[in-house]
T-cell receptor
Framework: GAVVSQHPSRVICKSGTSVKIECRSL??????MFWYRQFPKQSLMLMAT?????????EQGVEKDKFLINHASLTLSTLTVTSAHPEDSSFYIC???????????FGSGTRLTVV | TQLLEQSPQFLSIQEGENLTVYCNSS?????LQWYRQEPGEGPVLLVT?????EVKKLKRLTFQFGDARKDSSLHITAAQPGDTGLYLC??????????FGKGITLSVRP
């Protein structure tokens, strides 16, 4: 089946630094990538949608200059949290969609802790 | 905006009990998906229902899609501690974005 590999699974960074999270589709071409944020015991909140080779579309309230998304190839998308602050600490999850009708494949998530 | 409401929000039951949880909307969805998520992991797809009235079974889990494609239910028979987790329903909206419900936190006590 379709697999999305997300790295790192956990990262701790100092306030003010930047962190990059990668999502790779291992056995299919991800025409669309979705990035979510999830707080403890809550559902997934969509941050942005990216199509390969295009600029990402951000949801209302999400700062595009803070959460930089790159989707340069059909198998790789990255989310960079710039100038991270403690309030950015959260669980970030990517999801990739290929060319099948209903297929959304999720990564295993990245636990970001900003200290 | 298509909203999905899940109920109950929290459920704690004893091993061996049966349970039914719900996912409701005022909007029609072309399909609905159910996911289970464990702490520190991404959601894992359980099932996709597409046809109104459809019933799908996955071992002890039975999923039903409403006739009008606005709601879905998940029934678990003889729940086990391994069923513990966050159950999310989701449906595709504009631009293929998935709309998620707020989730149902299920705890099955041994």
């Amino acid at each position: 089946g379709a697999v999305v590999s997300q790295h790192p699974s956990r990262v701790i960074c100092k306030s003010g630094t930047s962190v990059k999270i990668e999502c790779r589709s291992l056995d299919f071409q991800a025409t669309t990538m979705f990035w979510y944020r999830q707080f403890p015991k809550q559902s997934l909140m969509l941050m942005a949608t990216s199509n390969e080779g295009s600029k990402a579309t951000y949801e209302q309230g999400v700062e595009k200059d803070k959460f930089l998304i790159n989707h340069a190839s059909l198998t790789l998308s990255t989310l960079t949290v710039t100038s991270a602050h403690p309030e950015d600490s959260s669980f970030y999850i990517c999801s990739a969609r290929g060319t099948t009708n209903y297929g959304y494949t999720f990564g295993s998530g990245t636990r970001l802790t900003v200290v | 905006t298509q909203l999905l409401e899940q109920s109950p929000q929290f459920l704690s039951i004893q091993e061996g009990e049966n349970l039914t949880v719900y996912c409701n909307s005022s909007s029609v969805f072309s399909s609905l998906q159910w996911y289970r998520q464990e702490p520190g992991e991404g959601p894992v797809l359980l099932v996709t229902v597409v046809t109104g009235g459809e019933v799908k079974k996955l071992k002890r889990l039975t999923f039903q899609f409403g006739d009008a494609r606005k709601d879905s239910s998940l029934h678990i028979t003889a729940a086990q501690p391994g069923d513990t987790g966050l159950y999310l329903c989701a449906g595709p909206g504009a631009n293929s974005k998935l709309t998620f419900g707020k989730g149902i936190t299920l705890s099955v006590r041994p």
